[in-house]
């Protein structure tokens, strides 16, 4: 925690409390009035002091969003600051189990890959938009959402005008799915789409899934330099009065902005 080595009774004020961090001063007092950080003291004046404390509570929060995000990093320090650590390792579990769903999804995603042959003739799979949407787990719009952006091209039954899915719009609706759940956009997914569909090959799907599992491993080293910031933060936090949002007690110190 380089920066951090400061003694109990060390005052900062809010500019080098956000030079430290690459932050706006504002960006700091804005933190404080989330819960992101503890409640500053004020001097008798009405400026905010802050102390080391909330150095590591800063580098803390900073280190958890890039594995968490911002509102769950967001929520983990207010639990944390209330008091309230087994709420804040709970929401960390949650995140975590939102990691390990995401590298199923792309486990899925390449197993579906697998799978896929070239456009197939009309089959026994045929199906319409209604049990096709109830079994992939989507609304109706949905795919007629993905037929607007050219993913999906369900032929129209000649007497009726219904759309009918044939196996190989099931495919393709299930591949676009499955990259749906993986973050990836509408434009991004239909040229891959079509290269499958034209069985041209699935390279593009194959770099596709190599970006998309370094960016999960990413994600969990990301987690895991946010746990050694939070870590470091638990004890020093603990060792401060527990700060409330109650008006601080005045102190004499030279003003702060």
Same mark, same amino acid.
């Given at each position: 925690m380089a920066g951090h080595n400061l003694q109990a009774g060390v $005052? @900062? +004020?809010?500019?080098d409390l956000a030079r430290a961090h690459g932050l %706006?001063?504002?960006? #700091?007092r804005n933190y404080e009035a989330e819960g992101i950080l503890p409640a500053a003291n004020r001097t008798a004046a009405g400026y905010r002091i802050y102390e080391p404390v909330h150095a590591y509570a800063l580098s803390a929060f900073l280190a958890l969003i890039p594995g968490h995000g911002h509102p769950t990093a967001a929520a983990i320090m207010r639990a944390v600051n209330r008091d309230a650590a087994s709420d804040a390792l709970r929401i960390i579990d949650e995140s975590h189990a939102q990691l390990l769903d995401d590298r199923r999804t792309l486990q899925a995603v390449a197993a579906a890959l697998n799978d896929l042959v070239p456009a197939a003739p009309a089959s026994p799979g045929d199906t319409f938009v209604g049990p @096709? %949407? $109830? +079994? @992939?787990g989507l609304r109706p719009a949905t795919l007629r959402k993905w037929e607007r952006a050219g993913l999906l091209q369900p032929r129209r039954d000649r007497q009726?005008?219904? $759309? #009918?899915y044939e196996a190989a719009d099931v495919r393709d609706a299930? @591949? #676009?799915h499955q990259l749906r759940r993986g973050g990836y956009r509408l434009e991004q997914i239909a040229p891959l789409v079509h290269q499958v569909r034209t069985a041209g090959g699935i390279e593009p799907v194959e770099s596709m899934l190599d970006d998309w599992r370094s960016r999960l491993s990413a994600r969990g080293r990301a987690m895991l330099t946010g746990a050694a910031a939070l870590d470091a933060y638990l004890p020093v936090f603990s060792a401060f009065p527990v700060f409330s949002q109650e008006p601080s007690p005045r102190i004499s110190a030279a003003p702060g902005l």
């Open positions: $005052r @900062l +004020k809010p500019v %706006s001063t504002q960006a #700091v @096709l %949407s $109830r +079994k @992939l009726t005008g219904y $759309r #009918v299930h @591949l #676009v």
